[in-house]
């Protein structure tokens, strides 16, 4: 199966089908088994992608990385409990930070699940409610956006699974850093070529 069959289609996000199908595929996955294989179904990511990145995009509430690279155990329980398959571990190319859980948006963005099972998950105590559920910076890189270039395009507005976190101003989308989580669905569904959202290191 390819890379493409492996994640829903852009085409699918578009129309509005990808975060109901996401949600509930995933949770149905145990209950699949032993079954024949449906026509649609979620896979975790490759991981291919995650190669370059400019920091470890860790699972949300993940504490500073020197603390979870320190604590976390490689256990794999909060790749089992996250529903859309968004952390999977890190490749072998990682060198010394291979094997502890990342995500890798261009791949399978994080849904900021409404009870985040990944936290709860997680007994190592790197994932925890009371450090910050950022996990990036959201930019728009306005060269690039659609909306700043005469196009009129609302794709990423739509998309956000985080109230008011991306707004459409004056026709062109605003991220508001005081309340992106950096999840990577806005850079998922980006229709511009080369991509109008960058993903930063959350400060």
Same mark, same amino acid.
């Given at each position: ?11 699918? +996000? ?164 005081? *309340? ?17 959202? *960058? +993903?930063?290191?959350?400060?």
């Amino acid at each position: 199966m390819s890379n493409k069959d492996n994640n829903i289609s852009r085409r699918g +996000l578009l129309r509005g089908e990808w975060f109901k199908n996401i949600r509930e595929r995933g949770l149905r996955e145990i209950e699949l088994e032993g079954e024949e294989e449906p026509a649609f179904q979620i896979r975790p990511a490759s991981g291919g992608a995650a190669r370059g990145k400019p920091f470890q995009h860790r699972p949300p509430h993940a504490v500073p990385e020197s603390e979870f690279v320190a604590g976390c155990t490689k256990c794999d329980a909060c790749i089992q409990a996250c529903p859309p398959h968004a952390i999977y571990r890190a490749p072998e190319s990682e060198g010394q930070l291979a094997g502890f859980p990342i995500i890798d948006p261009e791949s399978q963005p994080c849904l900021m699940c409404d009870d985040l099972p990944c936290v709860p998950a997680c007994e190592a105590g790197v994932l925890r409610f009371d450090a910050p559920v950022a996990m990036a910076l959201a930019k728009v890189d306005t060269v690039a956006c659609l909306a700043f270039n005469g196009t009129v395009c609302t794709v990423c507005a739509e998309h956000c699974p985080v109230e008011n976190a991306l707004t459409m101003e004056a026709g062109k989308p605003v991220i508001h850093d005081d *309340i992106c989580t950096g999840c990577g669905v806005c850079q998922y569904v980006c229709p511009a070529p080369g991509n109008a959202i *960058i +993903l930063l290191e959350s400060k």
